[in-house]
């Protein structure tokens, strides 16, 4: 692994709930990391760690391979990856994502 794959490692393992976005959870810097954000706060999840991936980009690249998924926003959970947006608008309007946050 080498040391940004360990930092990331550590960032996911370090959080129940951690979302890589572009732009913080006040301020998304896109459309897509706003959804994102949105979905979690309607789930009502209140304690969200965020990464800010235009600040640092060798996390903005190396989580694209982390998880071998190619587009930001990406949401993980207890350590496991979720999906993106697209993935977490699904997963929340089947009731899916809410008891994955529940649990």
Same mark, same amino acid.
């Given at each position: 692994m080498t040391d940004v794959q360990e930092r990331i490692d550590s960032i996911v393992k370090g959080g129940r709930v951690v979302l890589f976005m572009k732009g913080t959870a #006040?301020? !998304?810097q896109c459309g897509f990391s706003g959804r994102a954000? #949105? $979905? %979690?706060?309607a789930c009502g999840v209140t304690e969200i760690k965020t990464v800010n $991936? %235009?600040?640092d980009q060798d996390i903005r690249q190396g989580i694209k391979d982390y998880a071998n998924w190619p587009t930001? !926003? #990406?949401l993980y959970v207890a350590g496991e990856f979720v999906g993106g947006s697209d993935i977490m608008m699904e997963m929340y309007q089947s009731g899916e994502l809410q008891q994955l946050l529940d649990q």
């Open positions: #006040q301020f !998304p954000i #949105q $979905v %979690l706060k $991936v %235009l600040e930001i !926003p #990406q």
